[in-house]
């Protein structure tokens, strides 16, 4: 996830977070959701 870099959260749910990000070389904006893996 070096690649890239927070710009800002963009929604939260039940299972996780959608965040913005923006690749590091290409500046392209892409949108990532973070799931909540829970407990093992």
Do not use: P, W
């Amino acid at each position: 996830m070096d690649k890239y870099e927070l710009v800002k959260d963009i929604g939260s749910g039940n299972f996780g977070v959608a965040r913005l990000m923006r690749n590091k070389e290409t500046k392209e904006l892409v949108a990532m959701k973070y799931i909540d893996r829970g407990q093992k």
